[in-house]
């Protein structure tokens, strides 16, 4: 399945990129879709979001999901 | 209910003044709760520049809106407004707009201060300084009150 990959602020700065196409197997999860798009660990304060929605490390990610990974925000 | 993100300058009291112009429910308000941001030229001990704000669009839009509503039902509103802006922005210019109407001062009041309290916890904009020493920095994380 495909996965839509996002990467914000100083998350994008560091990885270098601000998003990806991930194929991936089927039951994955948003930790291994980080997994397989940085193969580095993920910093303990990143927000992650499925369809413009927050949600854990473990939460199930489906074909065609969007998944967003962000730092701890600052509006305001 | 008005919810919007702007790369604009934003002029708070101009906005307020034309959209309670127009705000159908004359006569039924007797309390308007309003929340300025504004940029601030220091942060952390440091001379700040200039900031520009990222945000997540479709979520950013999607998070307020939810809020938004989400206050309508909690507190007895008769109208929310949030803006708040994205792009370049200079000291002294206003970052975010937040006003609620009631008939009576408590859920104007409270709902304004909660919608604020949500926006700068979960709301995805993050906000990058230009210090006067010509350096950039993320800001890591929002004051707790």
């Given at each position: 399945?495909?996965?839509?990959?996002?990467?914000?602020?100083?998350?994008?700065?560091?990885?270098?990129?601000?998003?990806?196409?991930?194929?991936?197997?089927?039951?994955?999860?948003?930790?291994?879709?980080?997994?397989?798009?940085?193969?580095?660990?993920?910093?303990?304060?990143?927000?992650?979001?499925?369809?413009?929605?927050?949600?854990?490390?473990?939460?199930?990610?489906?074909?065609?999901?969007?998944?967003?990974?962000?730092?701890?925000?600052?509006?305001? | 209910m008005?919810?919007?993100?702007?790369?604009?300058?934003?002029?708070?009291?101009?906005?307020?003044?034309?959209?309670?112009?127009?705000?159908?429910?004359?006569?039924k308000?007797?309390?308007?709760?309003?929340?300025?941001?504004?940029?601030?030229?220091?942060?952390?001990?440091?001379?700040?520049?200039?900031?520009?704000?990222?945000?997540?669009?479709?979520?950013?839009?999607?998070y307020?809106?939810?809020?938004?509503?989400?206050?309508?039902?909690?507190?007895?509103?008769?109208?929310?407004?949030?803006?708040?802006?994205?792009?370049?922005?200079?000291?002294?210019?206003?970052?975010?707009?937040?006003?609620?109407?009631?008939?009576?001062?408590?859920?104007?009041?409270?709902?304004?201060?909660?919608?604020?309290?949500?926006?700068?916890?979960?709301?995805?904009?993050?906000?990058?300084?230009?210090?006067?020493?010509?350096?950039?920095?993320?800001?890591?994380?929002?004051?707790?009150?």
């Amino acid at each position: 399945m495909t996965i839509d990959v996002k990467f914000f602020a100083s998350l994008r700065e560091r990885l270098g990129r601000s998003g990806a196409q991930l194929d991936i197997a089927e039951a994955a999860t948003v930790a291994e879709v980080w997994q397989h798009c940085t193969e580095q660990a993920m910093p303990a304060n990143v927000l992650m979001a499925v369809n413009l929605e927050y949600v854990q490390a473990e939460h199930p990610v489906h074909d065609g999901d969007e998944v967003a990974f962000f730092p701890p925000v600052t509006g305001g | 209910m008005q919810i919007e993100i702007t790369p604009e300058p934003l002029y708070p009291w101009q906005r307020l003044e034309a959209y309670e112009r127009q705000l159908a429910q004359i006569g039924k308000y007797g309390a308007t709760a309003v929340f300025v941001g504004t940029m601030r030229d220091f942060n952390e001990g440091d001379d700040v520049a200039a900031m520009h704000l990222e945000h997540y669009p479709e979520m950013t839009e999607k998070y307020l809106r939810n809020i938004a509503d989400q206050a309508m039902q909690q507190w007895s509103l008769l109208d929310v407004m949030i803006v708040h802006r994205v792009g370049s922005i200079q000291p002294n210019e206003t970052i975010v707009l937040v006003a609620a109407w009631s008939a009576h001062r408590a859920d104007a009041f409270d709902a304004s201060r909660h919608l604020m309290e949500l926006l700068k916890s979960r709301a995805p904009f993050w906000k990058k300084e230009t210090l006067n020493s010509g350096t950039t920095r993320w800001v890591e994380k929002n004051t707790p009150g």
